[in-house]
């Protein structure tokens, strides 16, 4: 038999006969939120994090205008997943031992740039919209080799003509970038309202905030005629730095059925978190925001030692075992890091070379961080796959490897350890352009917005030194060591996939 949908309709009744254990759904009552918030990147990570915090922040404090607006990057599918369910997904956590699910309903609406941009811009625009908060992965920031915003890609060409025309009148075309999205959107907000608006990353970059308020500073710069509109950013937009952190896999249809049988109903928006969850943000906001903090978020003064520790922990090591692991036939980042090798590699890499390069921030003690996070790496429940964690590699590494390279050859080290974990990125870029990589009985295509670079770079000789000159990648300072390069070469020898796995 066919369960019912979930939707506003079947969640009523689903309430009225008594919710089962383990099931909970939105503590206020969805159809009383206003849009107040736009989130740019609906996906899985955001439904599970931002969303969640958001929905119970208008919760502990009554506040009924943050509602969430939450726009795709390119697909409509979150938005034929929420659509017809009226905005209610559940998130499932999956702890070790237990297992709960909530409804959430904080997000009103869906939209996606190829059919909404005018229902996008316009709500960036108003009033009484106070907060943009983004999840573009680190791609979505179209940053060049330079650090700076890539204005001679054709999409964000045309996303720049388009903020140019906004400048005099309402310019309906279809946005391509979450960047230019957000650009456009600053544009009508200066020309119709001139409201001071916080937007905040929480994508896992190294000084997020600062980051994206630059990005957005050069693509205003690449505007012709849109001085002023770049002075008021300046003085009335913020863009504070974050910390995001809650391990969210791709859903599968396992947890779909887990699920149906929790609730008795069909939920095609379910998404799946472990029980952890941190939000550390810079509380510097131009205006009102969400109460956050009443809501399990860190609202702090400075994010950067939290951040850094992250990326460089639980980031590196997380990328670090997928690449290993997928090496050696492992399917999830809990069989990689039960692994006893992959886990003394983490361990390794963390005590030799990341501890050195950080200050930890009050209150943490780093060691128990790192345990911790491998820990939570451990919960077979998660079922992380290593090939999720390991795609977008190119976009990956330099925020969360490359950063504790440079540290230490600053301070005169050859860091082994990040060298060994390097050495996995390319032996994996090698096995899957090579065709060479099963993992589960799959064979891994490489997936990465560079994939034909990096195929191209490691299907001839000195594929290390090749790979090592894509200066997206590696900065120069990196890519000059030859003892660095030297160590992940040699490292590189000694891995291939095990034959097990091919
Ligand atoms: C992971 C992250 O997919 C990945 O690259 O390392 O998404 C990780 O799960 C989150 O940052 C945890 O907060």
């Known amino acids: 038999m066919t369960l019912p949908r979930l939707s506003a309709t079947t969640w009523a009744d689903r309430v009225a006969h008594g919710l089962p254990d383990g099931v909970q759904g939105p503590p206020v ?14 996906g899985a990570f955001h439904r599970a994090h931002q969303a969640v915090c958001t929905e119970d922040a208008a919760a502990a404090t009554g506040e009924t205008g943050w509602g969430l607006l939450g726009v795709t990057q390119r697909s409509p599918r979150v938005v034929d997943q929420l659509g017809p369910q ?26 996606y740039p190829g059919r909404d941009t005018p229902l996008v811009l316009a709500t960036i625009a108003a009033p009484t919209t106070h907060v943009v908060t983004l999840t573009v992965t680190e791609k979505g920031y179209r940053r060049a080799a330079d ?38 959107g600053l544009v009508r907000r200066y020309r119709t309202s001139r409201a001071p608006l916080t937007v905040v990353s929480c994508d896992n970059l190294s000084d997020n905030g600062a980051v994206l308020a630059s990005l957005v500073g050069q693509a205003l710069a690449a505007v012709p005629g849109a001085d002023d509109v770049a002075a008021w ?43 952890f969850f941190q ?3 810079e509380d510097a906001f131009a205006g009102p925001r969400p109460a956050w903090e009443l809501a399990g978020a860190t609202l702090t003064h400075d994010v950067a030692p939290f951040e850094r520790a992250k990326l460089r922990i639980l980031n590196a090591t997380h990328s670090a075992l997928a690449y290993h692991g997928a090496l050696r036939g492992h399917a999830t980042i809990a069989e990689a890091v039960a692994d006893p090798d992959l886990e003394a590699l983490a361990r390794a890499l963390v005590d030799e070379d990341v501890l050195p390069t950080l200050v930890a921030p009050e209150g943490l003690d780093l060691d128990a961080y790192r345990d911790e996070v491998l820990h939570r790496f451990a919960n077979p429940r998660t079922g992380h796959t290593t090939v999720q964690v390991a795609m977008d590699g190119s976009q990956k590494l330099p925020q969360r490897l490359l950063g504790t390279v440079a540290d230490r050859l600053a301070a005169g080290v050859v860091p082994h350890a990040a060298a060994y974990a390097v050495a996995g990125w390319v032996a994996y870029v090698q096995a899957a352009a090579a065709g060479d990589l099963v993992v589960d009985g799959r064979r891994v295509e490489l997936d990465d917005p560079m994939a034909a670079r990096l195929a191209d770079a490691v299907g001839g000789p000195d594929p290390v030194g090749r790979l090592f000159a894509l200066d997206e990648v590696f900065p120069g300072p990196i890519a000059s060591s030859t003892a660095f390069r030297d160590a992940v070469a040699n490292a590189v020898q000694g891995l291939a996939p095990i034959p097990a796995a091919r």
Do not use: K, N
């Open 86 to 111: 009226d905005g209610l997904y559940g998130v499932l956590t999956t702890g070790a031992r237990t297992t709960s699910l909530r409804v959430v309903g904080a997000v009103r609406a869906v939209a």
């Open 279 to 281: 939000w550390v943000v």
């Open 29 to 42: 009552d969805p159809d009383t939120l206003t849009v107040g918030q736009v989130h740019l990147g609906i």
């Open 147 to 184: 650090g700076r915003l890539d204005t001679a890609a054709h999409d964000v060409a045309a996303d720049l003509g388009s903020a140019a025309s906004e400048l005099v009148r309402d310019d309906e075309a279809a946005t391509l970038t979450p960047i230019g999205m957000l650009v456009r």
């Open 233 to 275: 950013v300046a003085s009335s937009v913020r863009f504070p730095s974050t910390m995001v952190d809650r391990i969210v896999p791709a859903t599968t249809g396992a947890h779909r059925a887990e699920a149906a049988a929790m609730l008795g109903l069909r939920d095609a928006g379910l998404v799946v978190g472990e029980p």
